[in-house]
């Protein structure tokens, strides 16, 4: 290995004030911020993004095979029946059990 040659590092005279106020202290100028405004993105390129999401989906709505009147009556009487058939079942596990909770606590 290559020794290299250092300065010894020096004491600081007795009754010199280093209290760092004698150095100047230069500070590189700082990067120009810009404002919160041109960070936003250009409102035409949202515009013209929601006006084709727009477009592709009425072509997508074009597509669906919508059910007629019969089938969506079908359905919805379907849906009513099992609401009204699962809401005895809870209304009667209800009543039982509290019935069970009064016998319990009496």
Do not use: C
Not at 10 to 15: C, L, R, Y
Not at 18 to 32: A, E, H
Not at 77 to 88: A, E, F, K, M, T
Not at 92 to 98: A, H, M, P, Q, R
């Amino acid at each position: 290995m290559k020794k290299t040659k250092t300065k010894p590092k020096t004491a600081p005279k007795e009754g010199a004030q280093n209290s760092g106020r004698s150095k100047v202290v230069r500070l590189k100028p700082g990067k120009p911020r810009a404002s919160w405004t041109s960070k936003l993105p250009p409102v035409r390129r949202y515009w013209g993004s929601s006006v084709q999401f727009v477009k592709e989906a009425w072509q997508e709505l074009k597509k669906v095979n919508w059910p007629g009147r019969r089938e969506t009556l079908g359905g919805t009487g379907v849906v009513l029946i099992l609401v009204i058939i699962i809401s005895i079942f809870l209304g009667l596990i209800d009543f039982g059990l509290s019935r069970l909770v009064k016998q319990i606590i009496h």
